[in-house]
């Protein structure tokens, strides 16, 4: 444990409020190696983190909070946050079951106003806050922080271009610059400069010469408020953000204390129009292993806090993300038409192995997903073959476009969606829950799960063949199963599943994943009796009707499995049940999915189990749907 005298006083912000600038560097140190010694024990997210503390320090020094409202963009940077609100004494269970979230979480503390874990959503929540705060007459005080990463994306812009009209009280936005280049090093001149700007001698100097401007002809008063502008924005860097409202002030070293804690303050008494203060942060600051990593330990496991080394467990079977990154690259190799966009994920799609073979076909459009749907398909429009490789949580906030740009008009546009299901400790937020109901439910789609990396592969290769409508294919966090892989893998008949186990009393549907335990299901019923076939179902849409019709005849119960919501395949197979009138005959039908909640961080196992998707369950089930007297239910 590291040594922490002051931080060991500071329970809550208030504790914190009557430091001098000494002792807030000095707790910003101790907050720094209470939270790498943190993340070594639970893993997560280390280098955003670290890159913000004096950030987080001068923050909750200047404001008040939790009256003043602070909102994290994404929420990945909050560790130091959350060790100065109350909630050190549980850091430790930081993405654990039961733990704290690795993310703002409005039910854990009132202390995060806002839940966050996708980018780009602090400006449009903070102005909302502060709309709020005006209708009620308030006076308390609303900040942003939101890193340049999450600019790229286009509802921040939204937000600042409506701040102005919707809000006549405090806002400020903080850019947390720690990786783009849209400033100058920062320097003591730029530290000065800021100061100066944000200052109350500046800004009265600033009134004055507006209340003398007033009295000039029009032309005269429109050109002194450009040169005042255009002055600033020289030296400073801030005209875009002059042009959408904002008071700019910036650059600064969003490590220096002591130019950090006085120009947040005077930044805060701005009061007459929204203010943007540009901080500029090193990710990964003050822990050699970060600052040297070229991701800056974005997102570790547990490491050993001298060398910085990660316990990743060895593995047998290749991650599924590597699969797709690796099996793209053969088919882009044969096809100079095959290109791939990512919104700002090329390590967690595989795009960053595509990127290194073919850099003039691989696109990363930042944190913009709608763009990303849309430049696809004009791609797909011009005869090109885009893969757009999107996590599944992810690609929901380019859904109109999937709807509107692609679907509607059948371009060939591919979605590769990672993280598809369950995804552990990163929880809710980040679970591809959804996509089997929202993508099958657009006309013309073909949608496929992948149950292993064999079958990944060939999903690959069936998308690209598809030339005439858009596909997806959905896959999950993790490694694979350790199956071998085709060479070159063929591609799949459209809407043909496969059977992977005969029995005759209970069918067991799988699609994805949870296909392994479903066969680990078919051996459990075995060993009491009940002879069990498994099927693959491999498509969502379409689906393989012949198959599926052939289960419902010949078994007395069928079990449909899949690790999505409820509305998704289980309900699109009763749908055709019904329609063909399968179920006339008494077939009795369950359906298993992911339970109707969001579910919180816990260990992938400990979260099958809770879902209800685990062998154990399946077996269970199939075995209630066909009852003790059932007919056909011990067969050999």
Request: aromatic letters at 6%.
């Amino acid at each position: 444990m590291p040594d922490t005298p002051l931080l060991d006083q500071v329970k809550f912000p208030a504790d914190m409020r009557g430091f001098d600038i000494p002792r807030l560097k000095q707790l910003a140190e101790e907050v720094r190696a209470e939270t790498i010694d943190a993340v070594s024990v639970t893993g997560g997210h280390l280098g955003a983190g670290l890159g913000v503390v004096e950030l987080t320090v001068a923050l909750h020094h200047v404001f008040e909070t939790p009256k003043d409202i602070l909102i994290w963009d994404v929420g990945h940077q909050c560790y130091p946050h959350k060790i100065l609100t109350g909630r050190r004494d549980r850091i430790r269970t930081l993405r654990q079951g039961g733990g704290l979230s690795g993310f703002t979480k409005r039910s854990e503390s009132e202390y995060d106003p806002f839940g966050a874990a996708h980018a780009s959503t602090s400006i449009s929540a903070a102005l909302g806050f502060a709309a709020a705060r005006d209708q009620k007459g308030g006076t308390n005080r609303v900040v942003a922080v939101i890193g340049d990463g999450s600019m790229s994306a286009g509802m921040a812009y939204e937000a600042m271009n409506n701040a102005v009209e919707a809000t006549r009280g405090q806002l400020m936005v903080v850019l947390n610059d720690n990786d783009m280049s849209i400033a100058p090093p920062v320097g003591g001149m730029s530290a000065y400069l800021a100061g100066l700007v944000s200052g109350g001698t500046y800004r009265g100097m600033r009134k004055i010469g507006k209340k003398f401007a007033e009295h000039l002809p029009r032309p005269f008063k429109q050109a002194a408020k450009k040169a005042e502008e255009y002055a600033r924005g020289m030296v400073t860097g801030g005209t875009f953000f002059e042009e959408l409202g904002f008071y700019y002030v910036g650059p600064i070293d969003g490590h220096d204390m002591d130019n950090l804690v006085p120009i947040l303050r005077n930044a805060a008494a701005i009061t007459d129009r929204p203010v943007l203060v540009h901080v500029v942060t090193q990710k990964g600051k003050g822990y050699a292993p970060a600052e040297s990593s070229a991701d800056k330990l974005h997102a570790v496991v547990k490491f050993d806090v001298v060398s910085g080394k990660q316990s990743k467990p060895a593995s047998n079977a290749p991650s599924y993300t590597k699969v797709f990154g690796t099996e793209l690259i053969k088919r882009a190799q044969r096809d100079p038409s095959i290109v791939a966009i990512t919104a700002a994920m090329p390590s967690g799609t595989g795009l960053d192995l595509f990127g290194q073979a073919f850099p003039d076909r691989t696109y990363d459009v930042g944190i913009a997903e709608q763009h990303a749907v849309t430049f696809a398909a004009g791609l797909a429009a011009d005869g090109m073959k885009p893969v757009c490789a999107i996590y599944s949580t992810f690609l929901q906030r380019g859904y109109d476009q999937v709807v509107h740009d692609v679907a509607i008009q059948s371009l060939p546009v591919r979605f590769a969606m990672d993280r598809a299901g369950l995804v552990g400790a990163d929880g809710s937020t980040h679970a591809g829950s959804f996509d089997i109901g929202y993508m099958g439910a657009l006309p013309g789609m073909v949608l496929m799960a992948a149950s292993d990396e064999a079958e990944l592969a060939a999903m690959i290769a069936t998308s690209l063949e598809i030339d005439d409508r858009p596909s997806a294919f959905r896959y999950p966090r993790g490694d694979g199963v350790g199956v071998d892989i085709p060479e070159l893998a063929a591609p799949l008949e459209i809407g043909k599943g496969r059977i992977v186990r005969e029995g005759t009393a209970v069918a067991i549907l799988s699609l994805g994943t949870r296909l392994q335990e479903s066969l680990k299901a078919a051996e459990a019923l075995a060993a009491r009796g009940v002879s069990a076939t498994v099927a693959d179902a491999r498509f969502a849409k379409p689906l393989d009707e012949a198959m599926i019709l052939r289960l419902a005849r010949e078994h007395e119960a069928l079990i449909t499995v899949e690790e999505g919501a409820m509305g998704g395949f289980g309900a699109f197979v009763l749908q055709l049940l019904a329609e063909k009138g399968a179920l006339d005959a008494g077939l009795r039908v369950r359906t298993l999915h992911l339970p109707d909640v969001f579910q919180d961080q816990e260990a992938p196992f400990a979260q099958y189990e809770t879902a209800g998707l685990n062998a154990s369950h399946i077996a269970a089930a199939a075995l209630q749907a066909l009852g003790v007297e059932a007919s056909r239910a011990v067969r050999a």
